[in-house]
Every structure is written in C-alpha cells, then in structure tokens.
C-alpha cells in the first residue's frame, strides 16, 4: 500500500533569497519600511521616555507626548541632512552617528529581507524618499519644513542617498560586494585601482589623526565639559540621553579635528572659526562634548600641517609597493589622479 499524496514541495534549500512572491520589488518596500522605522525607534523611543519621565513637571503640562515623538522625527530628518528649527534658531548640524546608524539599520533590513535585483533596489529607494517625505509633513514647521525649501530638498535627496547607499550595500547577499563589482572595476587599469586604493591609506590615517586629535581635545577640556554638565543638573535618564546624543556627534569631531590638522579648520555656528592659525569663538549650544573644542591656539599648532605630509608620505608609499612592477608612468599617473 502506496502512502497518501502530500502537496508540500521540497524544501526550501537554506541561503535562499526572497523574493516576494515572484515580485522582488515588494522586498525592496518591506526593507526600506523596516530600515527607517527601526532607526526612527531609536531616535523617538529614548525622546518618549524623556517625556514620560518629565510629565509631572509643571513646564511640561501642555506638552504630550505627541510632541516628544515630533522631536525624535526631527533628530531623525537631521541625520539624512534636514534641519530643524527651535525658538526661531535654525540648527543645520548633521550628526554623523545617526547618519550611519540610518544607513547600518537600512542595509540590515536588505541583507535580510531585500532580493538581489534592481527593481527591488528602486522600489526600495522610492519607498524610504516617500517615508522622508512623510516625516518632513509630519514634523512641520519644527523640522526642515520650517526652514526653508533648500533644507527640504536637502533633507529629501539625502533621503534618497541613504537609502540608495544603505540598501544597496545590504542587497548583494548572494556574494561579496567585490565579487558581483567585478564587471565595472576589473576593466579598469591597475594604475588607476591602486592610485584609489591610496587615496583609501591616505583617507583612513587621516581619520585616525583626527581620532587621536579628539581624544586630547576631550581630555583637555573636562573641566568646560563638566561645567556644561554640571548646569545642566540632569537626572539618570537625561544624562543617558544626552550621552546618547553626544555619541551621535562624536564623529563630526573627529572630521573637525582632521579639518583642524589639514589647516582650514572649521566653524560651529556664525561667527566661529576654529584653525591651527585662530580661534574665533561664539555661543555654542548646552553639549558636553563642545566643551572639548580649543579654546585658544596651542604653541604646536603650527606644526599641525606636517601630519598631512606624513599621511600622504604614508599613502605614497603603499602606492609605490602597489605598482612596484608597473611602468615608471604609471606611478606618476596614479600620484596625479
């Protein structure tokens, strides 16, 4: 006697990829929506618990909790480059820690859910702009809306570019990055790879400069820091907050502190310049972490530049191990490009 017939098909062999029922962009909408409401969790959740926590407080009895929720869209918008507007101050500064936890949530929700194709990647960028749009009406007159329609614009393209970016580093779960690129870049000349390849060292130790630079920034200005925090007289919870959004700006002090060793330097607000040649300073918000920016020009400032040219002495020589077999033109090509 035969068993009875199952309709189950084989099964699903492991590693294999969605695919939306036959329509792979339908993954693409299911990542994007997973990727901007998970990094927008992280930003309203912590705003919300502030509220909850505060709600006794006399101050706050006409505010809700919709308002803390409008406030946590708002930091959300600042990382894809929007702005914000409080009591008639326009603030422009993107911290970069968001940006790149919006793009590490984005490309999470890709490799997980988002089949390799492009009209999934397409939908999936349609999807997120449409989302950052959404929550430029949302927050109104307090988010990029309120400033301006440059800062809206660019709140919507640099929408787009964190989800084209986020999810399309997190689509290619079949194979490596550099595998399923092998088509574009193989072609190109070995000079020209390596000559990026140094500009990649160069990159890289610069950013470790800047780093380091930081780190004695932030510990030669504990005590303006702790001034700051010691105003401020917050609780467990606002203090665990404000560390949370410190961390955010964290590395828009390191790019500052690799402007300040190139030579340029940088500004925070009107007014303000912050160079090895002058300091110039001017009202800065409540934050710990600016208690770390220089007060005054050090006696080695002028010497700063000189870690440009050990970067790029660095870079050049990995450039030179990298063609030690190419033509002497080529090494000379690859300095010029």
């Known amino acids: 006697r035969q068993p009875a017939r199952t309709r189950s098909g084989p099964a699903r062999p492991a590693g294999s990829q969605p695919t939306g029922g036959g329509r792979p962009w339908v993954t693409g909408v299911v990542a994007a929506v997973q990727g901007a409401v998970l ?11 502030a509220f909850v926590a505060t709600s006794a407080d006399p101050v706050n009895a006409e505010l809700g909790w919709t308002r803390a929720a409008v406030v946590g869209l708002v930091l959300w918008l600042l990382g894809h480059g929007g702005a914000a507007s409080v009591a008639g101050t326009t603030v422009t500064l993107v911290p970069l820690g968001l940006t790149l936890l919006v793009l590490f949530t984005t490309y999470a929700s890709a490799r997980r859910s988002m089949a390799p194709a492009r009209s999934a990647w397409v939908a999936g960028i349609v999807t997120y702009t449409t989302l950052v749009v959404t929550a430029i009406v949302l927050t109104g007159p307090s988010g990029p809306w309120g400033a301006g329609p440059a800062m809206t614009s660019r709140a919507v393209v640099g929408g787009a570019l964190v989800g084209a970016v986020g999810l399309g580093a997190g689509a290619p779960a079949r194979g490596s990055l550099r595998e399923l690129t092998r088509r574009w870049w193989e072609p190109v000349p070995r000079w020209v790879r390596a000559a990026c390849g140094a500009g990649g060292v160069l990159a890289v130790t610069l950013l470790g400069v800047g780093g380091a630079l930081t780190v004695v920034w932030v510990l030669a200005g504990r005590a303006p820091a702790g001034d700051v925090l010691t105003a401020l007289d917050l609780d467990a919870l606002g203090g665990g907050v404000l560390a949370v959004g410190q961390l955010l700006l964290l590395p828009n002090l390191v790019l500052w502190a690799v ?16 160079s090895p040649s002058e300091v110039l300073t001017g009202p800065l918000p409540a934050l710990p972490l600016l208690g770390a920016l220089p007060a005054q020009v050090p006696d080695v400032a002028m010497w700063a530049p000189v870690l440009v040219v050990v970067a790029g002495a660095l870079a050049g020589r990995w450039l030179s191990l990298a063609l030690v077999r190419e033509r002497p033109w080529h090494t000379a090509a690859a300095c010029g490009t």
């Open 39 to 49: 990094s927008v969790l992280v930003v309203t959740v912590p705003a919300v618990a």
């Open 259 to 274: 402007a300040w060793v190139a030579g340029p330097g940088f500004a925070v607000g009107a007014g303000t310049v912050y």
